[in-house]
């Protein structure tokens, strides 16, 4: 039977390692991360699962071919639930439905090293070799970091499941600003990313004319705009693109900024435009370092593809959720990156949607009803029930 009361039990206690005030921190392969990973690990054997921790940090609650899931690490700043409400519901149905469900964890979903690299890896798109050599914006390399969490057995192989079901958060407005309880997933857009070094020259800021400067943050806000201005004829009103990142060198009031490090990346449903938006933004920064007299390295493209959801499971979940929250339920697609994109390359892949309070996420005041939190785990419930 399904208990609300000990999935946001365990959601509340989750919520407890790595918190700071309402949201919480757990990079991939920090302290609380591994500590919550190997508490998960623990809830999933009282669950009658069988844990293992793959090399890749993935924590695995095997059990039955339907497998449901998410992750634990968190962004720099991250929110209670986005991750995390998935892994527990997927804990909670598998309570409540012996034998028919699995649970996963993915590791790094949130970036520290890649995009989405538990997942990348578990579904063949990128070698554990590969991933060991990405780094975090310190320079540490997901190989070292991987030390930290020793596994306790290999990956479970893809062929042992039937379906992957993602529950989330929606991490965006619309469900929130017309007051419906669920969201039924249609596709996740894809994402590209780029790292960029402009590199001049650092100098005194005091003696220094102007005429004669490399100021490599001159080039950035430069950049910026030549991007700003090149995308204007490419991209839709559902197009995002977003420097996320600026590491300035030496970063000092007296100093001619010497180098500037900044990550660009952009999102669309199309795969088309995010080919034509990537030519526009190299295009874009070539010109801008040129203009201001910089040298310029612009890093390989990190990229994910758009993913359509199964269209079979859709149903299902709509199903389940017309009958959970009637005529509180809509079809919509992800701007939000999630581990199903990496999954659907192996398995038929669905998610479900609740409600973001203001539509605020990766952020600390990241939130949701918790009346919405047990409809979207009621309709996971149910689907799970239709599906078995
Ligand atoms: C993952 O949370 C993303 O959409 O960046
Ligand atoms: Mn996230
Ligand atoms: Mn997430």
Same mark, same amino acid.
């Given at each position: 039977?399904l208990d609300?009361a000990?999935f946001?039990?365990?959601l509340d206690?989750l919520?407890?390692?790595g918190?700071?005030?309402?949201?919480v921190v757990?990079?991939?392969?920090?302290?609380?991360?591994i500590?919550a990973?190997?508490?998960l690990?623990?809830?999933?054997?009282?669950?009658g699962?069988d844990p293992?921790i793959?090399p890749a940090?993935?924590?695995?609650?095997?059990?039955?071919p339907?497998?449901?899931?998410?992750?634990?690490?968190?962004q720099?700043e991250g929110?209670?639930?986005d991750?995390?409400?998935g892994v527990?519901?997927?804990l909670?149905?598998?309570r409540?439905?012996p034998?028919?469900?699995?649970?996963?964890?993915?590791q790094?979903?949130?970036g520290?090293?890649g995009?989405?690299?538990?997942?990348?890896?578990?579904?063949?798109?990128?070698?554990l070799?590969a991933?060991d050599a990405?780094?975090?914006l310190?320079g540490?390399t997901f190989?070292a970091?991987?030390?930290a969490l020793p596994?306790?057995g290999?990956?479970?192989d893809?062929?042992?499941?039937?379906?992957?079901?993602?529950?989330h958060?929606?991490?965006?407005? +619309?469900?929130d600003?017309?007051?419906e309880a669920?969201?039924?997933?249609t596709?996740i857009? $894809?994402l590209?990313?780029v790292?960029v070094t402009?590199? $001049?020259r650092?100098?005194?800021a005091?003696?220094?004319p102007?005429h004669?400067?490399a100021?490599?943050l001159r080039g950035?806000?430069?950049a910026q %705009?030549?991007i700003?201005?090149?995308?204007?004829?490419?991209?839709?009103?559902?197009s995002?693109?977003?420097?996320?990142?600026?590491?300035?060198?030496p970063?000092a009031?007296s100093?001619?900024?010497?180098r500037?490090? #900044?990550? +660009?990346q952009?999102r %669309?449903a199309?795969?088309?435009r995010?080919?034509?938006? *990537?030519t526009a933004?190299?295009?874009a920064? *070539?010109?801008?370092?040129?203009a201001?007299?910089?040298r310029?390295d612009?890093s390989?493209t990190?990229?994910l593809?758009?993913?359509?959801?199964?269209s079979?499971l859709?149903?299902?979940?709509?199903?389940?959720?017309?009958?959970?929250a009637?005529g509180r339920?809509?079809?919509?697609?992800?701007?939000a990156?999630?581990d199903?994109?990496n999954?659907?390359r192996?398995?038929?892949?669905?998610m479900? #949607?609740a409600?973001?309070?203001?539509g605020?996420?990766?952020?600390f005041?990241e939130?949701?009803d918790r009346?919405d939190?047990?409809t979207?785990l009621r309709v996971?419930?149910?689907? +799970?029930?239709?599906?078995t």
């Amino acid at each position: 039977m399904l208990d609300p009361a000990a999935f946001l039990d365990d959601l509340d206690t989750l919520r407890g390692i790595g918190r700071r005030g309402t949201g919480v921190v757990r990079r991939a392969f920090d302290p609380d991360d591994i500590r919550a990973r190997r508490r998960l690990a623990d809830r999933f054997a009282a669950a009658g699962l069988d844990p293992v921790i793959d090399p890749a940090g993935n924590v695995w609650g095997c059990g039955g071919p339907i497998l449901i899931g998410s992750h634990t690490d968190t962004q720099p700043e991250g929110g209670w639930l986005d991750g995390s409400l998935g892994v527990i519901a997927g804990l909670a149905v598998a309570r409540a439905r012996p034998g028919a469900v699995s649970v996963v964890s993915f590791q790094d979903e949130e970036g520290r090293f890649g995009a989405t690299t538990g997942s990348e890896i578990w579904s063949g798109a990128l070698s554990l070799d590969a991933a060991d050599a990405l780094t975090d914006l310190d320079g540490t390399t997901f190989g070292a970091a991987r030390c930290a969490l020793p596994s306790t057995g290999s990956a479970p192989d893809p062929a042992r499941f039937r379906t992957y079901l993602e529950p989330h958060i929606e991490q965006g407005p +619309v469900l929130d600003a017309a007051g419906e309880a669920v969201g039924i997933v249609t596709a996740i857009v $894809g994402l590209r990313q780029v790292t960029v070094t402009m590199e $001049g020259r650092q100098n005194h800021a005091g003696t220094t004319p102007m005429h004669l400067r490399a100021d490599a943050l001159r080039g950035f806000g430069m950049a910026q %705009d030549a991007i700003a201005t090149a995308l204007e004829d490419v991209v839709t009103p559902d197009s995002v693109w977003t420097i996320g990142h600026v590491a300035l060198h030496p970063n000092a009031p007296s100093i001619v900024p010497g180098r500037v490090r #900044f990550t +660009v990346q952009w999102r %669309d449903a199309s795969a088309a435009r995010l080919e034509r938006m *990537e030519t526009a933004i190299r295009r874009a920064l *070539e010109d801008a370092a040129r203009a201001s007299v910089l040298r310029i390295d612009i890093s390989d493209t990190t990229a994910l593809p758009p993913a359509p959801m199964d269209s079979t499971l859709q149903d299902v979940l709509a199903r389940a959720a017309e009958r959970e929250a009637p005529g509180r339920w809509r079809r919509m697609p992800s701007g939000a990156l999630h581990d199903a994109t990496n999954v659907a390359r192996v398995l038929p892949v669905a998610m479900l #949607f609740a409600p973001s309070i203001g539509g605020i996420s990766h952020a600390f005041d990241e939130d949701t009803d918790r009346d919405d939190l047990v409809t979207m785990l009621r309709v996971l419930d149910r689907a +799970v029930g239709e599906l078995t």
